[in-house]
C-alpha cells in the first residue's frame, strides 16, 4: 500500500517538474536559438553549401513578360487630346540568370560576380507574336528634341530634317524591334557629326546576354544579416545620380536572395540597377506557396511618393527641386538623358492625374503590385513579381513642330512583370527544412503536453486510490 501511494506521489512531482522544465524551455526560446543558430551557420557563401548552389544557379524558372500601350488616336494627341491606349501581350520570355566569374574575396566574407541575363522567347506562353507592330512615342527624337530644345540654330536644322525624312514624335516598330534594338533613323544621321553616338535604339537594347555590371556581395560568414548584401556595384559603394548621400546609397540585397530568420517588423532593402537607386519593402501579410508558409513583402506607397509626403526623397528630384508627383521615378540621368519615368504598371500607386491623363489605364493592386514572398526561416524567395512601367515625358517644344499641340504628360511605353515560382523539387527540400524547424520548435511544447498527461494520469491514479475500500480486519481471531 505504501510503496503504491508513493508511486503515485511521484508522478505528480514528476508532472510538476516535466511541466516546469517545459514552460522555462518555451520561455527561454532555446530550441529556436538552437534552431536558428544552425540555420545562420549554414545559409552562407561558401562553396558546398546548398545555399551557394541556389544563389550561383537558381533551379526555378525565372519569366519575364512584356505589355505594349499601342496608341490609337496619335493625331488627335497631337493636336492636344487625351491619347488613348491598347494593351497588347503578354510577350513571355524565359530568364536564365547564373552568377559567373565568381570569386571570393577576404578570406570568403566576400564574393565577386556578374549576373548576365539572357532571355529566351516563349511562344507558347505568348499573346500575340514578336512580329506584332505597336505604335508608340518615339523616345530617341524625343530625347534629341529636348536636349537641343535652347539652340535655336540646330533645333531648327534637326527639325528640318525630321520634315524631310518624315520621323515624328510616334513611331511603329515591332515587338522584337522595339525590345531588341533598331537602327534609328534620326541618331544615324546625327552619327555624321558625332563618330561615338551609337545610332540603335531598343528598351533592352544590348541587355541579352548581358549583366548590369560586376557585384561584390557579402557572404554572411560574418553576419548573417549580410548574407547576399550588395557592398559594391561596379567598384563603386555608392551612386551618382542623385542630388544626396541617402538617395546615392546602395542598400541591401539585389533582391534575388534575403538573409535567413527574418521577421515581420524588418525592413528589407534593395538595389535595383533597372530603376538606378535602392528601394525598401515591409510585410503584408502572411502566405503560403506549394505547402512553404511566408510572410509577403511589398514596397509602401512612400518609397516613390513626392516630395511633400516623404522628404527623403528630396535627392530623387532631378535636376534639384525638379520634383514629379507621387508614384513617379525620373532616371533620365542615368539613361543618357532620355526622357524616362519609371512607375508601377498602369500608375498604380502613382498620383490619380496620371492615369486619367491616359485612356486604357486601369491600376489594380493585384495585377499592378511589385511583391515579394519569402520563407522567413531560410530566406528563401518562394515567390516573386518585380512590376515596372516604363513611361516617357511628352511636351511641346515650340522649336520643333513634330511636338505640335500635345499636352504635357507622362506618356506609357510599356510595363514589365518579372515573376518567379519556386520549382517542385526545390520545394519538397525546402518543406523538409520547414516541417524539421517546426519539430525543434515544438519540443518545448511536447514536453509541456507529456507534463499535462502525467498529470492526468496522477490524478486518475488519485481518484481511484480514494475509491478504493479499506481492508476490513476479522472480527475474531485466533
Not at 508511486?7 to 534552431?35: E, H, K, M, R
Not at 507621387?326 to 508601377?344: F, T, V, Y
Not at 481511484?464 to 480486519?473: D, K, V
Amino acid at each position: 500500500m505504501v510503496t503504491k501511494s508513493c508511486c503515485i506521489y511521484s508522478t505528480g512531482v514528476l508532472s510538476i517538474l516535466i511541466l516546469i522544465a517545459g514552460i522555462a524551455l518555451v520561455l527561454s526560446q532555446v530550441f529556436p536559438n538552437i534552431l536558428y543558430n544552425r540555420i545562420k551557420q549554414e545559409i552562407v557563401l561558401k562553396n558546398g553549401t546548398d545555399a551557394f548552389e541556389i544563389w550561383q544557379d537558381p533551379p526555378p524558372p525565372v519569366y519575364i513578360q512584356f505589355y505594349f500601350f499601342n496608341l490609337t488616336n496619335p493625331d488627335e494627341v497631337l493636336a492636344g487630346e487625351r491619347p488613348a491606349v491598347l494593351q497588347l501581350g503578354p510577350y513571355t520570355y524565359r530568364e536564365y540568370r547564373p552568377m559567373e566569374n565568381v570569386r571570393f574575396l577576404e578570406n570568403g566574407t566576400k564574393v565577386v560576380a556578374v549576373n548576365p541575363k539572357t532571355y529566351v522567347f516563349e511562344p507558347n506562353m505568348t499573346n500575340g507574336s514578336e512580329d506584332d507592330l505597336i505604335r508608340t512615342a518615339n523616345i530617341p527624337a524625343m530625347t534629341v528634341m529636348e536636349k537641343f530644345a535652347d539652340h535655336s540654330f540646330i533645333s531648327r536644322f534637326i527639325s528640318d530634317y525630321m520634315k524631310g525624312v518624315g520621323i515624328g514624335l510616334f513611331v511603329t516598330y515591332t515587338v522584337r524591334d522595339l525590345l531588341w534594338g533598331y537602327q534609328d533613323p534620326l541618331l544615324h544621321a546625327l552619327q555624321t557629326f558625332d563618330h561615338s553616338l551609337d545610332d540603335n535604339f531598343g528598351l533592352f537594347y544590348k541587355m541579352n546576354g548581358t549583366g548590369d555590371g560586376e557585384y561584390v556581395f557579402f557572404t554572411g560568414e560574418d553576419n548573417y544579416q549580410d548574407f547576399a548584401r550588395v557592398d559594391l556595384w561596379n567598384d563603386e559603394s555608392s551612386l551618382k545620380w542623385w542630388s544626396t548621400d541617402e538617395c546615392n546609397m546602395i542598400n541591401g540585397t539585389n533582391g534575388a536572395a534575403f538573409h535567413p530568420v527574418i521577421t515581420k517588423k524588418e525592413t528589407l532593402y534593395m538595389f535595383s540597377s533597372d530603376l538606378c537607386r535602392s528601394l525598401y519593402a515591409l510585410y503584408e501579410q502572411e502566405v503560403n506557396v506549394k505547402g512553404i508558409p511566408g510572410y509577403r513583402f511589398v514596397p509602401p506607397s512612400e518609397v516613390f511618393a513626392n516630395l511633400t509626403v516623404n522628404p527623403a526623397n528630396a535627392g530623387f528630384c532631378v535636376p534639384a527641386g525638379n520634383c514629379l508627383g507621387s508614384g513617379l521615378l525620373n532616371i533620365s540621368a542615368c539613361k543618357q538623358g532620355a526622357p524616362i519615368i519609371m512607375s508601377s504598371p498602369h500608375f498604380y500607386q502613382a498620383d490619380e492625374k496620371f492615369a486619367k491623363d491616359i485612356f486604357g489605364m486601369n491600376p489594380k493592386k493585384e495585377d499592378h503590385e511589385t511583391t515579394i514572398d519569402i520563407n522567413p526561416l531560410t530566406g528563401i524567395v518562394i515567390r516573386a513579381a518585380k512590376r515596372l512601367q516604363v513611361n516617357v515625358y511628352l511636351e511641346k517644344i515650340t522649336a520643333f513642330s513634330q511636338t505640335g499641340d500635345i499636352k504635357t504628360l507622362v506618356y506609357p511605353i510599356m510595363f514589365l512583370n518579372e515573376s518567379v515560382v519556386i520549382d517542385e523539387d526545390s520545394a519538397k527540400k525546402l518543406r523538409a527544412v520547414v516541417d524539421m524547424g517546426n519539430v525543434v520548435i515544438n519540443i518545448p511544447f511536447i514536453v509541456i503536453g507529456l507534463g499535462i498527461l502525467m498529470g492526468v494520469v496522477f490524478l486518475v491514479l488519485m481518484c481511484r486510490q480514494r475509491s478504493t475500500p479499506a481492508e476490513r480486519q476479522p472480527l475474531l481471531t485466533s
